[in-house]
């Protein structure tokens, strides 16, 4: 049988809260994403709060008014407008909204299916492995970004069908971990005693052997979701996306890319705020698995 991509993942002993939190507090990638991805948050709710205007009216006497540091530039649009007359910072704040449902939708959706995988595989091995191995294989086998183009231009490119085409796609890194850090712990001294005990199988799973994986499935689901966001506005850039008139980034990038010699901010706007998103959304993933890792428990 073959051992699809296994990973030596360690199993991530429990810390004391306290040891924990300092770890966290010490850690300033963590800090500083988890404060600009608290911060695009709050913005994405609060967005029909704070946008100045209407995200989706239009006013063709102010096309391509330039942002306030530009000469011709007014308060009345700080960010200036896009090619349709519409209000650039409503729309970006808008779009916060449309990438965070996205990545945490896909999130949870590919998270589910790969977990399920991860764990059946490496908890019950044999014949269940081998089955759910040869899945993941003919997945990997199976480029994202082609067949979700593919899916994308035959079915429609609504917000629903686009986090449900990703959210089946990509659920491999999921399976893969999780496979591999349950047959590490499948045979610890906790679960044998839950096994003799005469606890069920399923009830192994979900008390004894998911919590001492979530860490890994934590950082997974944070490189997944980032993952996510950066698909979703390249298949909005190619129109395959998020239709317009909605404010996804990746669109409001299609969408400028046609003036971008002549008004570069309307694509240096949404393409920066996809970027620190994006980057937040790393930072996090990255200080949760230096401060989850073994290393930090010594």
């Known amino acids: 049988m073959s051992d699809i991509a296994h990973t030596d993942v360690p199993v991530v002993a429990t810390a004391e809260p306290s040891r924990l939190m300092r770890r966290v507090m010490g850690h300033k990638g963590l800090l500083f994403g988890s404060a600009v991805f608290g911060i695009i948050v709050l913005i994405a709710l609060l967005a029909p709060l704070i946008a100045p205007h209407d995200p989706y009216a239009q006013d063709l006497n102010n096309r391509l008014v330039p942002p306030i540091w530009y000469e011709r530039g007014t308060w009345t649009h ?29 999130m949870l959706i ?24 040869f899945i993941i294989t003919t997945r990997l086998a199976l480029p994202v970004v082609l067949v979700a183009l593919a899916v994308v231009a035959m079915v429609g490119g609504t917000l629903g069908i686009v986090i449900a085409v990703l959210g089946l796609l990509k659920w491999d890194r999921f399976a893969v971990v999780m496979r591999s850090a349950t047959q590490q712990v499948r045979s610890l001294d906790y679960v044998e005693a839950a096994r003799a005990g005469g606890s069920s199988q399923l009830r192994i799973i979900l008390r004894e052997v998911l919590p001492n994986v979530l860490p890994h499935l934590i950082v997974v689901g944070t490189v997944e979701a980032a993952s996510a966001i950066l698909l979703e506005a390249a298949l909005s850039f190619l129109g395959l996306g998020v239709q317009p008139p909605l404010p996804s980034w990746g669109l409001m990038i299609s969408e400028a890319k046609n003036f971008m010699f002549f008004s570069f901010w309307l694509i240096a706007i949404p393409g920066a705020a996809l970027a620190l998103l994006v980057l937040a959304i790393n930072m996090i993933g990255d200080g949760l698995r230096d401060v989850t890792a073994p290393k930090s428990h010594s």
């Open 110 to 133: 590919s998270g589910t299916i790969g977990t399920a995988f991860g764990l059946a595989a490496g908890y019950f091995g044999g014949r269940i492995d081998m089955a759910i191995t």
């Open 78 to 106: 700080v960010l200036g407008t896009d090619n349709l007359g519409r209000d650039y910072l409503s729309r970006t704040l808008y779009g916060a909204q449309i990438s965070l449902l996205i990545g945490l939708a896909v």
